[in-house]
Protein backbone atom coordinates (compact mmCIF):
# COMPACT_ATOMS: atom_id res chain seq x y z
CA UNK A 1 0.00 0.00 0.00
CA UNK A 2 1.53 3.54 -1.09
CA UNK A 3 2.44 5.49 2.17
CA UNK A 4 0.99 8.55 0.79
CA UNK A 5 -3.08 6.97 1.13
CA UNK A 6 -2.74 5.80 4.55
CA UNK A 7 -4.25 7.26 7.26
CA UNK A 8 -1.71 8.85 10.02
CA UNK A 9 -0.92 6.72 12.42
CA UNK A 10 -1.68 8.91 14.98
CA UNK A 11 -5.63 8.66 14.03
CA UNK A 12 -5.71 4.98 14.17
CA UNK A 13 -8.54 3.54 15.79
CA UNK A 14 -7.84 2.01 18.62
CA UNK A 15 -6.12 2.78 22.37
CA UNK A 16 -1.94 2.87 23.45
CA UNK A 17 -0.96 0.47 25.73
CA UNK A 18 2.90 1.46 25.98
CA UNK A 19 5.18 4.02 24.48
CA UNK A 20 8.62 3.21 23.36
CA UNK A 21 10.94 6.55 23.25
CA UNK A 22 13.11 6.53 20.25
CA UNK A 23 15.43 9.58 21.53
CA UNK A 24 17.96 10.27 24.23
CA UNK A 25 16.13 13.34 25.41
CA UNK A 26 12.97 11.41 25.37
CA UNK A 27 11.12 14.15 23.95
CA UNK A 28 6.88 13.71 23.52
CA UNK A 29 7.37 14.62 19.40
CA UNK A 30 10.47 12.22 19.21
CA UNK A 31 7.98 9.02 20.77
CA UNK A 32 6.81 6.18 18.61
CA UNK A 33 3.84 4.34 19.53
CA UNK A 34 4.83 0.74 20.72
CA UNK A 35 2.05 -1.47 21.41
CA UNK A 36 -0.86 -0.93 20.16
CA UNK A 37 -4.70 -2.25 21.14
CA UNK A 38 -8.22 -2.41 19.16
CA UNK A 39 -11.66 -3.57 20.50
CA UNK A 40 -13.01 -6.21 17.83
CA UNK A 41 -16.69 -6.04 19.62
CA UNK A 42 -16.11 -7.80 22.87
CA UNK A 43 -12.09 -9.08 22.92
CA UNK A 44 -9.06 -7.44 21.94
CA UNK A 45 -5.95 -7.75 19.39
CA UNK A 46 -2.59 -5.98 19.69
CA UNK A 47 -0.24 -4.45 17.43
CA UNK A 48 2.96 -4.92 18.72
CA UNK A 49 5.93 -2.98 16.66
CA UNK A 50 9.27 -4.37 16.93
CA UNK A 51 11.71 -1.95 18.00
CA UNK A 52 15.25 -1.64 18.18
CA UNK A 53 16.09 -4.68 15.52
CA UNK A 54 16.73 -2.49 12.37
CA UNK A 55 20.31 -1.65 11.40
CA UNK A 56 19.34 1.30 9.17
CA UNK A 57 20.36 4.90 10.98
CA UNK A 58 17.45 6.43 10.30
CA UNK A 59 15.23 3.89 12.23
CA UNK A 60 12.43 3.57 9.31
CA UNK A 61 12.02 -0.19 10.29
CA UNK A 62 12.19 -0.12 13.61
CA UNK A 63 8.46 -1.02 14.03
CA UNK A 64 7.55 2.90 14.37
CA UNK A 65 4.15 3.93 12.98
CA UNK A 66 4.56 3.44 9.20
CA UNK A 67 6.98 0.47 9.06
CA UNK A 68 6.38 -3.26 8.20
CA UNK A 69 8.39 -4.87 11.13
CA UNK A 70 5.31 -5.47 13.91
CA UNK A 71 3.36 -8.57 14.67
CA UNK A 72 -0.21 -9.06 15.92
CA UNK A 73 -1.32 -10.64 19.05
CA UNK A 74 -4.61 -12.56 18.68
CA UNK A 75 -7.08 -12.14 15.87
CA UNK A 76 -10.47 -10.70 17.15
CA UNK A 77 -13.66 -11.74 16.60
CA UNK A 78 -15.65 -12.87 13.58
CA UNK A 79 -16.57 -10.19 11.17
CA UNK A 80 -13.77 -7.83 12.38
CA UNK A 81 -10.58 -8.86 9.74
CA UNK A 82 -11.46 -5.29 7.87
CA UNK A 83 -11.04 -3.25 10.62
CA UNK A 84 -8.04 -5.27 11.96
CA UNK A 85 -6.43 -4.44 7.86
CA UNK A 86 -7.68 -0.93 8.17
CA UNK A 87 -5.93 -0.24 11.14
CA UNK A 88 -3.17 -2.16 10.07
CA UNK A 89 -2.15 -0.53 6.99
CA UNK A 90 -2.57 2.90 8.68
CA UNK A 91 -0.01 2.03 12.26
CA UNK A 92 2.33 0.05 9.44
CA UNK A 93 1.50 0.06 5.76
CA UNK A 94 1.99 -3.90 5.29
CA UNK A 95 1.68 -7.22 7.22
CA UNK A 96 2.82 -8.57 10.39
CA UNK A 97 5.80 -10.82 10.80
CA UNK A 98 3.81 -13.01 12.37
CA UNK A 99 0.68 -13.42 14.27
CA UNK A 100 1.03 -15.19 17.80
CA UNK A 101 -2.07 -16.21 19.81
CA UNK A 102 -2.77 -16.24 23.10
CA UNK A 103 -4.99 -18.88 22.87
CA UNK A 104 -7.56 -20.25 20.27
CA UNK A 105 -11.02 -19.08 21.47
CA UNK A 106 -13.56 -18.03 18.69
CA UNK A 107 -13.48 -14.55 19.81
CA UNK A 108 -9.26 -14.37 19.48
CA UNK A 109 -8.51 -16.20 16.05
CA UNK A 110 -12.58 -15.26 14.56
CA UNK A 111 -11.04 -13.33 12.06
CA UNK A 112 -7.68 -15.25 11.61
CA UNK A 113 -9.01 -16.92 8.63
CA UNK A 114 -9.49 -13.70 6.83
CA UNK A 115 -6.55 -12.06 7.50
CA UNK A 116 -4.66 -15.35 6.36
CA UNK A 117 -6.19 -14.51 2.89
CA UNK A 118 -4.37 -11.10 2.95
CA UNK A 119 -1.47 -12.04 4.92
CA UNK A 120 1.12 -14.78 4.02
CA UNK A 121 2.30 -15.20 7.49
CA UNK A 122 3.14 -17.80 10.31
CA UNK A 123 0.55 -18.50 13.38
CA UNK A 124 2.26 -18.85 16.47
CA UNK A 125 0.78 -20.78 19.71
CA UNK A 126 1.58 -22.91 22.64
CA UNK A 127 1.91 -26.77 22.03
CA UNK A 128 -0.87 -27.46 23.61
CA UNK A 129 -3.30 -24.99 21.46
CA UNK A 130 -2.10 -26.92 18.28
CA UNK A 131 -5.46 -29.49 18.76
CA UNK A 132 -7.75 -26.96 18.43
CA UNK A 133 -5.56 -24.61 15.43
CA UNK A 134 -5.38 -27.63 13.48
CA UNK A 135 -8.71 -29.55 13.63
CA UNK A 136 -8.21 -31.96 15.95
CA UNK A 137 -10.16 -31.60 18.52
CA UNK A 138 -12.67 -28.74 19.33
CA UNK A 139 -12.77 -26.79 22.84
CA UNK A 140 -15.08 -28.44 25.85
CA UNK A 141 -18.48 -27.33 26.28
CA UNK A 142 -18.72 -23.50 28.20
CA UNK A 143 -20.42 -23.35 31.08
CA UNK A 144 -23.79 -21.13 31.58
CA UNK A 145 -24.15 -22.00 35.12
CA UNK A 146 -21.12 -20.35 36.47
CA UNK A 147 -23.50 -17.17 36.61
CA UNK A 148 -22.48 -13.53 36.41
CA UNK A 149 -24.58 -12.25 33.67
CA UNK A 150 -26.10 -12.68 30.10
CA UNK A 151 -22.85 -13.22 28.41
CA UNK A 152 -22.35 -16.10 30.97
CA UNK A 153 -25.53 -17.54 30.47
CA UNK A 154 -25.55 -17.48 26.44
CA UNK A 155 -22.12 -19.23 27.05
CA UNK A 156 -23.69 -22.03 24.68
CA UNK A 157 -24.50 -20.34 21.88
CA UNK A 158 -20.55 -19.70 21.42
CA UNK A 159 -18.29 -21.59 19.04
CA UNK A 160 -16.05 -24.10 20.92
CA UNK A 161 -15.28 -26.16 17.18
CA UNK A 162 -11.74 -27.13 16.57
CA UNK A 163 -10.41 -24.88 13.14
CA UNK A 164 -8.16 -26.17 11.04
CA UNK A 165 -5.78 -23.14 9.80
CA UNK A 166 -3.80 -25.35 8.04
CA UNK A 167 0.10 -25.24 7.53
CA UNK A 168 0.78 -21.79 8.99
CA UNK A 169 0.17 -22.77 12.58
CA UNK A 170 3.28 -23.35 13.86
CA UNK A 171 4.69 -23.95 17.73
CA UNK A 172 5.60 -21.40 19.73
CA UNK A 173 9.58 -22.24 20.97
CA UNK A 174 9.71 -24.08 24.08
CA UNK A 175 12.75 -21.66 25.19
CA UNK A 176 9.85 -18.70 25.94
CA UNK A 177 11.50 -16.96 23.25
CA UNK A 178 8.76 -14.85 21.07
CA UNK A 179 9.32 -15.46 17.05
CA UNK A 180 9.99 -11.53 15.97
CA UNK A 181 9.65 -9.80 19.16
CA UNK A 182 13.27 -9.95 20.66
CA UNK A 183 12.83 -8.71 24.83
CA UNK A 184 9.89 -10.70 25.32
CA UNK A 185 9.00 -13.98 27.04
CA UNK A 186 5.78 -16.20 26.04
CA UNK A 187 4.83 -17.41 29.96
CA UNK A 188 2.61 -20.99 29.97
CA UNK A 189 -0.31 -19.59 31.80
CA UNK A 190 -2.79 -22.26 31.44
CA UNK A 191 -6.35 -22.74 33.52
CA UNK A 192 -8.36 -20.67 30.93
CA UNK A 193 -7.22 -23.23 27.79
CA UNK A 194 -4.85 -25.75 28.68
CA UNK A 195 -2.26 -24.22 25.66
CA UNK A 196 -3.12 -20.12 27.00
CA UNK A 197 -0.07 -17.86 27.46
CA UNK A 198 0.98 -14.36 28.09
CA UNK A 199 3.24 -11.97 26.61
CA UNK A 200 5.97 -10.49 28.79
CA UNK A 201 8.24 -7.89 28.53
CA UNK A 202 10.89 -7.42 31.04
CA UNK A 203 12.69 -4.09 30.38
CA UNK A 204 9.23 -1.96 31.07
CA UNK A 205 7.33 -5.05 32.45
CA UNK A 206 4.64 -5.00 30.03
CA UNK A 207 2.33 -7.12 29.90
CA UNK A 208 -0.31 -9.07 27.40
CA UNK A 209 -2.08 -10.97 29.71
CA UNK A 210 -4.71 -12.71 27.09
CA UNK A 211 -7.55 -14.10 29.50
CA UNK A 212 -5.56 -15.51 32.68
CA UNK A 213 -7.02 -12.44 33.94
CA UNK A 214 -9.06 -9.71 32.39
CA UNK A 215 -10.21 -5.87 33.58
CA UNK A 216 -14.08 -6.13 32.56
CA UNK A 217 -16.28 -8.44 33.91
CA UNK A 218 -16.76 -10.23 31.06
CA UNK A 219 -19.84 -12.36 32.26
CA UNK A 220 -21.91 -9.47 32.65
CA UNK A 221 -23.33 -8.04 28.95
CA UNK A 222 -23.60 -4.66 30.89
CA UNK A 223 -20.56 -4.53 32.15
CA UNK A 224 -19.26 -5.23 28.55
CA UNK A 225 -20.61 -2.67 27.40
CA UNK A 226 -19.89 -0.20 29.57
CA UNK A 227 -16.12 -1.34 29.81
CA UNK A 228 -15.54 0.02 33.61
CA UNK A 229 -12.06 -0.88 34.31
CA UNK A 230 -12.25 -4.02 37.38
CA UNK A 231 -10.17 -6.73 37.49
CA UNK A 232 -11.06 -9.53 37.68
CA UNK A 233 -9.97 -13.55 36.70
CA UNK A 234 -10.54 -15.23 33.39
CA UNK A 235 -13.82 -15.29 31.91
CA UNK A 236 -15.31 -17.81 34.02
CA UNK A 237 -18.12 -19.79 31.48
CA UNK A 238 -14.82 -20.66 29.33
CA UNK A 239 -12.20 -21.50 32.19
CA UNK A 240 -11.47 -25.22 32.27
CA UNK A 241 -9.33 -25.72 34.86
CA UNK A 242 -9.51 -23.14 38.09
CA UNK A 243 -6.60 -24.76 39.87
CA UNK A 244 -4.33 -23.89 36.99
CA UNK A 245 -5.69 -20.34 36.53
CA UNK A 246 -5.02 -19.14 39.92
CA UNK A 247 -1.16 -20.77 39.57
CA UNK A 248 -0.77 -18.70 36.60
CA UNK A 249 -2.14 -15.56 37.86
CA UNK A 250 0.19 -16.00 40.85
CA UNK A 251 3.10 -16.01 38.36
CA UNK A 252 2.02 -13.07 36.81
CA UNK A 253 1.47 -11.05 40.01
CA UNK A 254 4.75 -11.91 40.53
CA UNK A 255 5.99 -10.39 37.86
CA UNK A 256 5.31 -6.93 39.59
CA UNK A 257 3.87 -5.73 35.87
CA UNK A 258 4.15 -1.88 35.07
CA UNK A 259 0.92 -2.28 32.85
CA UNK A 260 -1.42 -5.36 31.77
CA UNK A 261 -3.08 -5.10 28.57
CA UNK A 262 -5.96 -8.08 28.38
CA UNK A 263 -8.19 -9.88 26.04
CA UNK A 264 -11.44 -8.30 27.18
CA UNK A 265 -11.43 -4.79 29.00
CA UNK A 266 -9.18 -1.73 28.96
CA UNK A 267 -5.10 -1.29 30.05
CA UNK A 268 -4.24 -1.43 33.51
CA UNK A 269 -1.51 0.56 35.10
CA UNK A 270 0.81 1.52 37.91
CA UNK A 271 -0.62 1.13 41.37
CA UNK A 272 -3.83 0.69 40.60
CA UNK A 273 -2.67 -2.76 38.81
CA UNK A 274 -0.42 -3.54 41.28
CA UNK A 275 -3.09 -3.50 44.00
CA UNK A 276 -5.79 -5.05 42.19
CA UNK A 277 -3.44 -8.21 40.67
CA UNK A 278 -1.87 -8.77 44.13
CA UNK A 279 -5.85 -9.34 45.39
CA UNK A 280 -6.60 -11.60 43.05
CA UNK A 281 -3.67 -13.70 43.40
CA UNK A 282 -4.29 -13.70 47.59
CA UNK A 283 -7.92 -13.98 47.00
CA UNK A 284 -8.88 -16.08 43.86
CA UNK A 285 -11.17 -18.50 45.36
CA UNK A 286 -13.46 -15.60 46.39
CA UNK A 287 -12.90 -12.99 43.73
CA UNK A 288 -12.18 -15.61 40.66
CA UNK A 289 -13.65 -19.18 40.85
CA UNK A 290 -17.22 -19.02 40.81
CA UNK A 291 -19.57 -20.77 43.41
CA UNK A 292 -20.82 -22.96 41.10
CA UNK A 293 -20.09 -24.48 38.03
CA UNK A 294 -19.16 -27.45 35.78
CA UNK A 295 -15.48 -26.58 36.05
CA UNK A 296 -15.45 -26.07 39.91
CA UNK A 297 -13.29 -28.91 41.34
CA UNK A 298 -13.48 -30.85 38.84
CA UNK A 299 -11.10 -29.61 35.42
CA UNK A 300 -10.92 -30.50 31.66
CA UNK A 301 -8.00 -33.05 31.22
CA UNK A 302 -6.29 -32.38 28.10
CA UNK A 303 -3.07 -33.17 26.01
CA UNK A 304 -1.07 -32.57 22.82
CA UNK A 305 -3.96 -34.49 21.21
CA UNK A 306 -6.48 -32.69 22.56
CA UNK A 307 -9.46 -33.20 24.97
CA UNK A 308 -9.23 -36.10 26.98
CA UNK A 309 -11.79 -35.98 29.77
CA UNK A 310 -14.73 -33.37 30.35
CA UNK A 311 -16.86 -34.23 33.37
CA UNK A 312 -20.52 -34.20 32.91
CA UNK A 313 -22.91 -30.76 33.16
CA UNK A 314 -24.36 -29.88 36.47
CA UNK A 315 -28.54 -29.74 35.26
CA UNK A 316 -30.27 -26.80 35.13
CA UNK A 317 -34.35 -26.61 34.19
CA UNK A 318 -33.60 -22.78 33.27
CA UNK A 319 -31.38 -23.42 30.92
CA UNK A 320 -33.68 -23.19 27.86
CA UNK A 321 -34.89 -20.19 28.99
CA UNK A 322 -31.65 -18.33 29.69
CA UNK A 323 -30.16 -19.38 26.39
CA UNK A 324 -33.78 -17.57 24.67
CA UNK A 325 -33.05 -14.10 26.67
CA UNK A 326 -29.22 -14.65 25.87
CA UNK A 327 -29.83 -14.88 21.96
CA UNK A 328 -31.63 -11.73 22.06
CA UNK A 329 -29.60 -9.68 24.17
CA UNK A 330 -26.41 -10.87 22.64
CA UNK A 331 -28.17 -9.40 19.10
CA UNK A 332 -28.75 -6.14 21.01
CA UNK A 333 -25.50 -6.25 22.03
CA UNK A 334 -23.66 -7.02 18.60
CA UNK A 335 -25.45 -3.96 16.84
CA UNK A 336 -24.76 -1.59 19.70
CA UNK A 337 -21.12 -2.76 19.88
CA UNK A 338 -20.83 -2.48 15.85
CA UNK A 339 -21.52 1.53 16.78
CA UNK A 340 -19.19 1.95 19.25
CA UNK A 341 -15.62 3.81 18.90
CA UNK A 342 -12.95 2.62 20.80
CA UNK A 343 -11.72 5.02 23.63
Known amino acids: MNQSHRQPASRAPGFFVTVKRTSASGQAANRAEDVWGLRTLVANVYFVAVTGTSPT????????????????????????????????????????????????????????SKLLERWDVPVYA???????????????????????????????????????????????????SVPFLPGWRALHTPGHTDGHVSLFREADRTLLAGDAFVTVRQESLLAVLRQRRELRGPPRYFTTNWLAAHTSVL?????????????????????????ELSELAANFDHLAVPRRGR?????????????????????????????GVGVAALLGAAIALQGRKNR
Request: charged share 20%; proline share 14%.
Open 251 to 275: RLAALSPQVAATGHGRPMRGERLAR
Open 126 to 176: HALELPYLTGRSDYPPPDPSVGGGLMARSAPLYPRRGRNFGGRVRQLPEDG
Open 57 to 112: PSGADRGHPGSRNWVLIDAGMPGTARRILRVAAARFGGPPKAIILTHGHFDHVGAL
Open 295 to 323: YVGRPVRADERGVVYVPPPKPSPLAPALI
